[in-house]
């Protein structure tokens, strides 16, 4: 049995809290390795050696630093199949889309390149009487992100690599189902020549999570999961006076109007619906087509297109379009969803229900569902499912379909179908979701833009990379200088005016 470790101050260290928590292949069912859950102690030895490094980082130029996260990226791209390879034996997801969890990654850490234009100051030149006033960005210390197990590669680079390029040292707890892809990223950066204990790895469950929130040397702290763990985490970081950021689940809607293209439509939502078994926080697990011929048309061309979906293990290569779900539990919750949609009266239009793979019978596969005639009373509607479910909400105008959507708690992701300027634009204006397709089903912006839903999708401000990221992970300093000294003689008693 693999037995994994934490990744501090250059080597792998096994854990010493004597707790350890198993890293299944969700294909199969098996235990394939044990991985250490961290105690305080070593959440605290982590953060001794990060606050070592941190000051002679930030204090190189950040061209340098810019060269560090160029060669990490050029280590990546020559590493991202055998990274992609280890991602989809613990999370299940085929090769194509582990490749894509860590091209999404690397993106953002070739936008870090450009930290020595993203960090420059700014600077008024004789805001008074030889008075110059200037404000610079400089970095937090040392900051700390927890991460979601669905995107193992992307979410930690999203977070460590724009703070590593600001000048600090990041401690990472990534999810305790898929640590080992973060252990490697944390030796290819070293490699690239990042200093050792600039960013460590830390396994645990909430008691190192816990650790990381109370300890006082760790100045911010990125979250991205679930809604209720990000509440948690939010109250606790600002408890602790620390600067927080917390992304949370999500329900995205995709509107069909009766115009848009219906096949267009179609092949859509199921990439969009099923594509790593749903378990993406931009999925569309809610379709609301305009009017009953739009969802009948809609039904019709689903229906053949889910049954063709092939489920299977990552080592079937291309034959696949998903895998498994990440636990046992995970897949229990689901069916237990799909059982309550049809008690509450939803339409079950295709029953994935049953379904088993030869050779695979204790893995964690779902076949696919489509549900029709769901309300939003019900709880297929109202749980964030994130499985191969995808429910139809009926709406019979685009008023009633946009405030579906609206009024749902969450906001990260939605989309209209339309070949309507007009109502795509009225839409993208009223909707209050933060990432808006139009004709694109998975509005997932690129590394230079930034990423953030609204409402119970987010708890803080700034968003996730593009220049946010920047912000985040420093903080402003406005310098107001006099020289020469000494033009006025005597004291000031009063806040200077700058004539
Ligand atoms: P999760 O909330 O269970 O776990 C996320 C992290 O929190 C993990 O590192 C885990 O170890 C830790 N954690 C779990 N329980 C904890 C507790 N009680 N106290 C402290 N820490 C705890 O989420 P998950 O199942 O790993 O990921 C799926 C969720 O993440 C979905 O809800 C999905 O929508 C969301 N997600 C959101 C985004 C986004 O950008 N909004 C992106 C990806 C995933």
Redesign the pocket.
């Known amino acids: 049995m693999e037995q994994l470790s934490h990744y501090i101050n250059g080597s792998r260290i096994s854990g010493s809290s004597g707790r350890y928590g198993d890293v299944l292949n969700p294909a199969t069912g098996e235990v394939q390795a044990h991985v250490p859950l961290a105690n305080s102690q070593e959440i605290d030895n982590a953060v001794t050696f990060a606050k070592t490094v941190q000051p002679q980082w930030a204090a190189m130029n950040p061209q340098r630093r810019a060269r560090v996260m160029m060669k990490f990226v050029s280590l990546l791209e020559k590493n991202i199949d055998s990274l992609a390879e280890v991602l989809s034996r613990e999370h299940g997801k085929t090769l194509p889309d582990a490749a894509g969890d860590i091209q999404r990654g690397l993106e953002v850490v070739e936008y870090c390149i450009g930290a020595p234009q993203l960090l420059k100051g700014e600077f008024t030149d004789s805001a008074g009487p030889g008075i110059d006033m200037y404000s610079m960005r400089q970095p937090l210390g040392v900051t700390a992100g927890?991460?979601?197990?669905?995107?193992p590669a992307m979410?930690p680079m999203w977070m460590f690599a724009p703070s590593l390029a600001c000048g600090n040292a990041f401690i990472l707890?990534?999810?305790?189902?898929d640590p080992s892809v973060p252990l490697m990223l944390a030796e290819l950066i070293e490699q690239a020549g990042a200093p050792k204990g600039l960013l460590q790895v830390i396994n645990?469950?909430?008691e190192a999570?816990?650790a990381i929130l109370q300890h006082p040397e760790i100045q911010s702290i990125g979250?991205?999961?679930?809604?209720p763990?990000?509440a948690?985490?939010y109250a606790q970081s600002s408890k602790y006076g620390k600067r927080v950021q917390c992304?949370?689940?999500?329900k995205n809607h995709m509107i069909v109007m009766p115009d848009a293209d219906i096949d267009q439509a179609a092949d859509a939502l199921v990439g969009s619906g099923y594509g790593a078994a749903g378990?993406?926080?931009m999925a569309i697990s809610v379709a609301v087509p305009v009017g009953d011929e739009t969802a009948n048309q809609l039904i019709e061309k689903l229906i053949p297109r889910i049954e063709k979906l092939k489920v299977g293990p990552f080592t079937s290569g291309n034959d696949v379009d998903y895998g498994p779900v990440i636990t046992a539990d995970a897949k229990k919750k689901i069916e237990q969803l799909v059982e309550t949609g049809i008690n509450q009266g939803a339409k079950l239009v295709v029953d994935g229900r049953g379904f088993k793979l030869q050779g695979y019978e204790n893995g964690f596969f779902i076949g696919p569902h489509l549900f029709d005639h769901v309300t939003t009373e019900m709880d297929i509607y109202k749980t964030?499912v994130?499985g191969p479910v995808l429910s139809t909400v009926r709406a019979d105008s685009y008023e009633t379909a946009i405030n579906i959507a609206m009024d749902n708690e969450f906001g990260?992701g939605v989309a209209i179908f339309t070949r309507d300027g007009d109502t795509a634009r009225d839409f993208a204006n009223r909707i209050n979701v933060g990432m808006v397709g139009v004709n694109v089903p998975i509005p997932v912006p690129l590394a230079y833009h930034t990423?953030?839903?609204w409402k119970k999708?987010?708890f803080g401000d700034l968003n996730?990379h593009g220049p946010d990221a920047f912000k985040f992970y420093t903080r402003t300093k406005t310098i107001t200088a006099r020289w020469p000294s000494g033009i006025k003689e005597g004291g000031e008693f009063t806040i200077p005016i700058m004539e």
């Open positions: 927890i991460t979601p197990f669905n995107f979410i707890k990534p999810s305790e189902r645990g469950d909430k999570v816990d979250f991205v999961g679930s809604t763990i990000a948690y985490i992304f949370g689940g999500a378990e993406r926080c964030e994130f990260n990423f953030g839903g999708s987010v996730q």
